[in-house]
């Protein structure tokens, strides 16, 4: 029933949004990218030879296509001559990922109405829909399934408090979630939630694929090998995808502690911009620092500071951490936890971190810190300098967290092998 409504109000409601967008440069942008989609898109699939199998993967932005990424490779691996096509929500999603060599086809999904969904789904035709995370859109999950589309839901979770669980909302999302054929979640503590509040019993514990993807990039350190000898002896903090309100404990903090580590600093930005301001920061707080940009021959980690003003360090930069403060959690929302946590240092983060729930679980078992001021950064930081034992102790816990994890991808891929397999029997 509330499908129902839901397929019959969309069009008014994306009719109003359009009208809106002329005083919206986000909403106008959706609007503008998506004119002329569906003809784009079905020239494209007419020129691709007919799959053996084609697999859909949605993905609402970047954060859930790095889900996919492994699956994708996992599925090309084992079957190459698997079609690939992705849609995204977000246009950072589409335009990060739009020439991804592994996809047929990467597009913006169209406005999820009824008459789109027919249109989107006889063009592509696919033989599974694979959704990560969440993103649901019911026409074209209704639409893919009445077209005999095997429908997955992959890294799913469903967080304590969450939107999903209040009365109405409830109901609704029981008939989104009980159109999925396979739903494989995150935790145990998210299977036990579909099962028991959304009757969904074919659910299964998977964990992320994200998490498999980070452990094999931990296994390839050789972006930092010229940079390990420099800090062998030394205790080492780093301070990952730093914003300027991070950077307003972090300095203090680090400065007043007694015994100071060494400190390696990764701002988020490393525009010009961002990292003059940062420059100045460290010059009002008399702190001596070096750019990785102009050499580290002359460089000395007892006593300066090293800034990281180049891309593509920071996930093997943690491999040479004993601690890791990963920032953004005084702003929107905390940064990857699970790139330092995966070699076993203790993660450190701001309040701001309830949309990441690797975050929270990395809390939860004792991995992880969350500090709300300069007070209690101080003071963690002289604790797990001062107490190897607890540093390695909490380290070994992030650590044991991320490998506790990891084998979604196997799950999800054999999944859809067997729905290929399947089909073929037909």
């Not at 404990?249 to 911009?273: G, Y």
């Not at 994890?405 to 092998?417: E, H, P, Q, S, V």
Request: hydrophobic fraction near 40%; glycine fraction near 4%; proline fraction near 5%.
């Amino acid at each position: 029933m509330l499908l129902t409504i839901y397929s019959t109000l969309t069009p008014l409601l994306y009719r109003a949004a359009s009208l809106v967008s002329i005083f919206q440069p986000k909403l106008r942008t959706f609007f503008t990218v998506r004119q002329g989609l569906l003809d784009a898109l079905e020239k494209k699939m007419k020129e691709l030879p007919k799959p053996v199998f084609r697999v859909w993967i949605h993905a609402a932005s970047v954060g859930e296509f790095e889900q996919a990424r492994p699956v994708i490779a996992a599925i090309k691996k084992a079957q190459p001559d698997i079609d690939i096509v992705v849609s995204f929500l977000s246009t950072s999603g589409y335009l990060a990922r739009k020439n991804y060599p592994e996809a047929s086809a990467v597009f913006y999904l169209p406005i999820d109405t009824r008459s789109n969904a027919r249109r989107l789904i006889a063009t592509i035709k696919p033989d599974a829909l694979l959704v990560m995370r969440y993103d649901f859109w019911p026409n074209y999950l209704k639409t893919a399934k009445k077209n005999g589309a095997t429908l997955i839901l992959a890294a799913a979770v469903l967080q304590k408090n969450s939107l999903y669980f209040k009365p109405l909302v409830k109901t609704f999302y029981h008939s989104v979630f009980a159109l999925f054929d396979k739903i494989f979640t995150v935790s145990t503590r998210d299977t036990t939630a579909f099962k028991e509040v959304f009757r969904c019993e074919s659910t299964e514990t998977a964990g992320d694929p994200r998490f498999d993807q980070v452990l094999l990039r931990s296994l390839n350190t050789q972006r930092v090998a010229h940079l390990s000898p420099l800090f062998a002896n030394h205790t080492v903090l780093i301070a990952g995808s730093v914003w300027q309100q991070d950077e307003q404990l972090l300095l203090p903090a680090w400065q007043e502690l007694k015994h100071r580590p060494s400190l390696i600093i990764v701002p988020h930005e490393v525009n010009t911009d961002n990292m003059e301001r940062l420059s100045r920061n460290l010059t009002q707080y008399n702190i001596s620092f070096s750019k990785v940009s102009e050499g580290i021959e002359h460089f000395d980690p007892g006593n300066q500071v090293l800034i990281i003003d180049e891309t593509g360090y920071l996930a093997e930069l943690y491999s040479i951490a004993s601690i890791a403060y990963v920032g953004g959690g005084f702003g929107v929302n905390v940064h990857n936890t699970i790139e330092p946590a995966v070699y076993g240092v203790p993660v450190l983060f701001g309040p701001r971190h309830h949309n990441s729930p690797e975050a929270e679980d990395l809390v939860e078992c004792g991995g992880a810190a969350v500090v709300h001021n300069v007070e209690e950064l101080r003071e963690i930081f002289a604790m797990l300098t001062s107490n190897t034992n607890k540093r390695m102790q909490m380290g070994e816990l992030a650590g044991a967290f991320v490998k506790s994890r990891t084998g979604a991808t196997k799950k999800i891929t054999d999944y859809i092998l067997e729905q290929k397999h399947s089909q073929n029997n037909r």
